[in-house]
């Protein structure tokens, strides 16, 4: 069975960090692009940043660009969102997504998703 679980999430104050891991199974993770997507509150899902399955080339969203790094293990079948410097308006929920495509940034081109992982930045 194919799946993906994100944890990590929490309150933060701002200005503070938070790493996310995404496990995977059920799937080979080599094979696969991972994403992260966030969704706020009576706003559009929104991509975030992703990774690619064949050289670890990665892409980041203009408003995380700098602040968020996004790493994977294939060996532990894990990928890492690690946030840095966190603002109010990075509170969303928080998913990641595989994709067969060696990299995407659109969401509809990913195959399977996690059921996410609230992130709170507030004083």
């Known amino acids: 069975q194919v799946q993906l679980v994100e944890s990590g999430g929490g309150l933060v104050q701002p200005g503070g960090s938070l790493r996310l891991p995404c496990a995977a199974s059920?799937?080979?993770?080599?094979?696969?692009?991972i994403g992260w997507f966030r969704q706020a509150p009576g706003k559009e899902r929104e991509g975030v940043s992703c990774?690619?399955?064949?050289?670890?080339?990665?892409y980041y969203a203009p408003s995380v660009k700098g602040r968020f790094t996004i790493s994977r293990d294939n060996a532990k079948k894990t990928v890492y969102l690690q946030m840095n410097s966190l603002e109010p308006e990075d509170t969303a929920i928080y998913y990641c997504?595989?994709?067969?495509?060696?990299?995407?940034?659109?969401?509809?081109?990913?195959?399977?998703w996690g059921q996410g992982t609230q992130v709170t930045v507030s004083s």
């Open positions: 059920g799937f080979t993770l080599d094979y696969y692009a």
């Open positions: 997504a595989a994709s067969r495509v060696p990299i995407a940034t659109i969401a509809r081109l990913y195959n399977y």
């Open positions: 990774i690619s399955s064949i050289d670890g080339t990665t």
